[in-house]
């Protein structure tokens, strides 16, 4: 049996097909896992509310390190037990670069907040792919940042959607002035999340919640904002997809991509062992 207490699995790109489905091989050794007495986590970008379409399907499932690692959720108890709020001063440069930029902005709290019209629009910000996720999960508002502070909710994490590369690159060189962590994402997407927070310092947070350190964990991604976690896990693991720069630094580089049941590689080979 593995040393390995628990396996964090990013979403998109990893454990999610380039469908945004789960293979049936994905699910089958997730089950496996769990029988063992194994923790399976996802690790990924998205809030709660983008993930319920798959927390629904996935028994056994018990906490998320989402929102880049800016949050952890218990979903049992159905609640936070760990948060990270980005300062109410970049939120407001944020609501100022949306009303004087091309841009799509998603407030991430346990909900995903975006304008009603910027949903009809998001052809022009490459997210075809998630235009059916989006209509479907996010709560839609006249006015995201007057919707939070209404709600006397703290975003943990603003993705920006844009539709050049440049446009990415001015908007964060605008905002690199504070103290935060910027990753690209799919697209020309710029995720903002408050300062020392990544899927590496949640997944360690989660670890020491459940009693064992993070060199008990291992954590299996494709993308720059996995890179933290497959760095500080036990074992990092990058898909067969990955891009260049994480299959660099991890332990290891799976046979498989997202679309060939990878994850399903990582956990019979080095969660299961």
Same mark, same amino acid.
């Given at each position: !049996?593995?040393e +390995?207490?628990? /396996?964090?699995?990013? !979403?998109?790109?990893? #454990? #999610?097909? @380039?469908?945004? *489905?789960?293979?049936?091989?994905? !699910?089958?050794? /997730?089950? *496996? ?13 998205r809030? &709660? ?21 800016? !949050?952890? =959720?218990?979903?049992?108890?159905e609640? /936070?037990? +760990?948060?990270?709020p980005?300062?109410?001063?970049? /939120?407001?440069?944020v ?6 930029s %091309?841009?799509v ?30 209509n479907?999960?996010a ?11 209404q ?9 920006? +959607?844009?539709s ?12 690199? *002035? =504070? ?10 997407s710029?995720? &903002? @999340?408050?300062?020392n ?14 009693g064992?350190?993070?060199? *008990? ?8 904002? %996995?890179?933290?976690?497959i760095?500080?896990a ?19 580089v799976?046979e498989?991509?997202?679309?060939? @049941? ?9 969660? #299961?062992?």
């Amino acid at each position: !049996m593995s040393e +390995y207490k628990l /396996i964090g699995l990013d !979403m998109d790109g990893t #454990l #999610l097909n @380039s469908k945004k *489905k789960i293979t049936p091989e994905n !699910m089958a050794a /997730i089950e *496996k896992a769990f029988s063992q007495d194994k923790e399976v986590v996802l690790s990924t970008g998205r809030s &709660v509310a983008e993930l319920r379409e798959y927390t629904d399907i996935i028994k056994g499932l018990k906490y998320l390190v989402c929102i880049s690692g800016a !949050m952890v =959720y218990d979903l049992e108890k159905e609640e /936070i037990i +760990y948060c990270a709020p980005i300062p109410n001063e970049v /939120i407001d440069k944020v609501s100022e670069i949306a009303e004087t930029s %091309d841009v799509v902005v998603i407030l991430q709290t346990t909900e995903a907040i975006a304008k009603k019209t910027d949903l009809d629009n998001l052809e022009h910000f490459h997210l075809n792919v998630y235009k059916e996720l989006l209509n479907s999960v996010a709560t839609k508002v006249d006015n995201v940042f007057e919707y939070c502070k209404q709600k006397g909710q703290s975003a943990s994490k603003i993705n920006i +959607y844009h539709s050049t590369p440049e446009a990415r690159e001015a908007t964060k060189k605008i905002l690199s *002035k =504070y103290d935060l962590v910027f990753n690209y994402a799919e697209g020309n997407s710029l995720e &903002v @999340s408050p300062a020392n927070v990544t899927k590496g310092t949640g997944l360690t947070w989660l670890c020491n919640h459940l009693g064992f350190g993070i060199n *008990k964990a291992i954590d299996v991604g494709d993308a720059e904002n %996995d890179m933290d976690a497959i760095a500080t896990a036990g074992l990092g693991v990058a898909m067969a997809n990955a891009i260049d720069k994480v299959k660099e630094i991890a332990d290891v580089v799976l046979e498989n991509d997202c679309d060939h @049941s990878g994850c399903a590689e990582a956990i019979e080979k080095y969660l #299961l062992g």
